[in-house]
């Protein structure tokens, strides 16, 4: 029988994250089943499940903001990766870009707002952006023109020690 | 009657066997004898599935949806398919409240629209990669994943079961006896089609586990599956009997599971 | 495919204009078409009034809000309401922190929602 090595663990100390990552078809159905996957691994780490809980709407309003904006072509793929570091996760995910005008629009998205931009959110039915920039600690956006590939990426922390 | 529609019919430049007929501006009783000519000519081309893209459609009268369902009806006729594509949501509301949900296809854009052609009537297949740290914790995250999009893709609820199990057993097995070191992350790709799934895992070996490794191809194949304290062997027996082709790559540096399971029941 | 959400309904006690209806699972952009479909058709087969039970709705994202918005909307153009009674602490902070509580008619339970219709 061959011996087993005991493990080392990931995530002893907060600079060694556990990196996830996923490449998905640029549908919507895929969408529930990938933020379920990313929920379950933060909570199989010891999360609270309130952290958890945030980081699977976050993961759910960039994917759904990447499929229905950033993916063109028919095999487009979205791309999402998360580390996991003892006190936060951070999440990136990538698309194609998509026009030009909806980049423009993340863009705006993402800036700070105040309680009247909040109110205008929910009369555009523009919410998806603003539910990620008010739960999360750092939300930025990366355009590399020349790839074709536009990225957010957020730093959720975790309040509670685990 | 005058109309402000416009109708333009292309073949679309990713998909072939795809046309995607575009209309702009307000679909109403005017607009019926311009979209009759459509459909009879893309009829009488025999063209195999048209998206109408409504993205651009302003407003949607009764009368217009009941041209769209004859239109939909004479391509069906000839073996052909019309789905349609890109309604906003107000648009969406009151044609599903007409019943256009319950006679077509809709999709939420072009894209959707064409993909699904890809998949359904191309049989491309649609990929998925996952890589993640070689801990156990995370084989049941990546099986649920896994289950779900089999059942998602039209895969019974049994053989969904039977594909996660599949995906437990070969992630484990890279888990516990790959190299344990946090940067070498254990890969599973999967290819998913009308009819199969195809998994791929890949781990990177551990030096001290390459006997066990380059055994695997043998014990595999072995019959009945190993007993007693090999609960791994036994592992991937359950892979052989569950799935219908299991191969292994294996080398110095690594080990590649590929593992091939086909559709057996209807959902 | 799996749908991630069931909707139950109820009558309400002497109530003919309104509807209890249970979510169960999970309000997302995959299925919010189903929901809308199935909660209009009650508006239009005269329950002008609809109190939402969401024990069992474990979560919702800005999509689904945003089709709860939607209903709030319908049902006050309609002369009825929609309510809300029994939202866990994870959806109402998705309510909240969007400055949604304010648009929505939230109850602590079922009774009170029902006891609140005019």
């Known amino acids: ?147 074709g590939v536009t990225t957010v990426k957020v730093i959720k922390k975790c309040e509670e020690t685990r | 009657m005058n109309s402000s529609l416009q109708i333009e019919v292309n073949p679309s430049d990713s998909v072939s066997g795809a046309t995607i007929m575009r209309l702009m501006g307000a679909l109403d009783s005017g607009s019926i004898g311009a979209l009759e000519k459509s459909f009879e000519r893309l009829t009488a081309e025999n063209n195999p599935y048209v998206i109408v893209d409504m993205n651009a459609v302003s407003s949607c009268s009764s009368s217009a949806l009941g041209q769209l369902m004859g239109g939909r009806t004479m391509l069906s006729e000839h073996g052909g398919t019309l789905v349609l594509a890109g309604m906003g949501f107000d648009l969406k509301t009151k ?16 894209r959707a629209a ?5 998949w359904h009537h191309e049989h491309k297949p649609e990929h998925i990669e996952c890589s993640f740290p070689p801990q156990i914790r995370l084989t ?14 039209g895969f019974s609820d049994r053989d969904a079961f039977r594909i996660e199990t599949i995906v437990d057993e070969v992630c484990n097995n890279a888990v516990e006896h790959g190299s344990n070191s946090a940067d070498h992350a254990v890969d599973v790709a999967v290819s998913i089609g009308l009819q199969k799934i195809e998994i791929t895992v890949t ?65 | 495919m799996d749908p991630q ?41 005269g329950f002008l009034n609809i109190v939402a039970d969401f024990t069992k709705l474990r979560y919702v994202n800005s999509t689904g809000l945003g089709i709860l918005l939607h209903f709030s909307k319908a049902a006050k153009e309609k002369g009825g309401s929609f309510k809300i009674s029994n939202v866990n602490e994870n959806v109402y902070e998705i309510i909240e922190i969007i400055g949604a509580s304010s648009l929505l008619q939230i109850y602590d339970d079922v009774d009170a929602a029902v006891a609140s219709l005019k």
């Open chain 2, 140 to 153: 049941p995250p990546v099986r649920h994943f896994l289950g779900r999009i089999a059942k998602l893709k």
């Open chain 3, 5 to 45: 959400i069931e909707l139950e309904y109820e009558n309400v006690k002497d109530r003919a204009d309104s509807k209890l209806v249970r979510f169960v699972g999970d309000l997302d952009a995959t299925n919010v078409e189903t929901v809308l479909e199935k909660i209009c058709g009650l508006f239009n087969e």
């Open chain 2, 95 to 110: 044609l599903n409240l007409l019943g256009a949900h319950k006679i077509f296809t809709i999709y939420s854009d072009l």
């Open chain 2, 114 to 118: 064409l993909a699904a052609y890809h």
């Open chain 1, 1 to 147: 029988m061959i011996r087993l090595e005991q493990k080392t663990s990931v995530m002893t100390d907060s600079t060694t994250p556990a990196a996830i990552s996923l490449a998905f078809p640029g549908d919507l159905e895929y969408i529930p089943a990938v933020r379920k996957f990313i929920a379950e691994a933060v909570a199989s780490f010891g999360f609270n499940p309130k952290f958890v809980y945030r980081c699977e709407v976050i993961v759910d309003e960039l994917c759904n903001n990447a499929v229905t904006y950033g993916c063109v072509s028919v095999t487009a793929a979205v791309k999402l990766t998360c580390r996991l570091f003892r006190d936060r996760a951070e999440l990136a995910i990538s698309d194609e870009g998509g026009k030009k005008e909806n980049i423009v629009k993340l863009e705006q998205a993402l800036k700070d707002s105040d309680a009247a931009d909040r109110r205008q959110a929910v009369d555009k039915k523009n919410l998806g952006m603003e539910i990620v920039r008010l739960l999360a600690e750092k939300v930025d956006l990366h355009i590399d023109e020349t790839r």
């Open chain 2, 203 to 267: 781990n990177i070996n551990n030096p001290r586990n390459i006997e066990y490794f380059k055994s695997l191809s043998h014990n595999i194949f072995k019959s009945p599956p190993p007993s007693g304290s090999d609960l791994r062997g036994r592992g991937l027996s359950l892979v052989k009997m569950l799935a219908d082709n299991v191969a292994f790559d294996f080398s110095d540096d690594g080990t590649t599971v590929h593992v091939t399971k086909k559709k057996r029941e209807e959902p």
